[in-house]
């Protein structure tokens, strides 16, 4: 009977170890993902700010290029004004008028 009492109470320490084993590895374990977490978190947090960055700076080209298009608008549209006005005037200053209407004669 003291045998068995013996047995039974190294089986109980044998378990009450490994519970022991177990419950060291699961601390461990849970050490590690929660490392792990943090640096998952550091690393959205990054990407994120990197994400905004981006954000800004694509917003800032949009803004310039759309700067850079209006102003090429308005030189065209310039331009355009100048091309009629020079247009308009090589017209009105430099008609020819055909020979038999500056003579009054008539080519027949």
């Not at 009977?1 to 009450?16: K, N, P, Q, S, T």
């Not at 759309?66 to 009105?92: G, K, M, N, Y």
């Amino acid at each position: 009977m003291l045998d068995r009492v013996r047995g039974a109470a190294h089986y109980i320490r044998e378990v009450e170890d490994r519970a022991q084993d177990y419950e060291v590895r699961v601390q461990e374990l849970v050490e590690q993902v929660q490392a792990d977490l943090r640096d998952a978190d550091a690393k959205v947090r990054a990407a994120d700010q990197r994400t905004e960055e981006a954000h800004a700076q694509a917003a800032m080209l949009i803004r310039a290029a759309d700067e850079r298009a209006r102003l090429a608008e308005e030189r065209a549209a310039s331009a355009e004004e100048w091309l009629r006005r020079i247009s308009e005037t090589i017209e009105s200053e430099f008609v020819v008028e055909p020979a038999a209407r500056r003579t009054g004669t008539s080519g027949t």
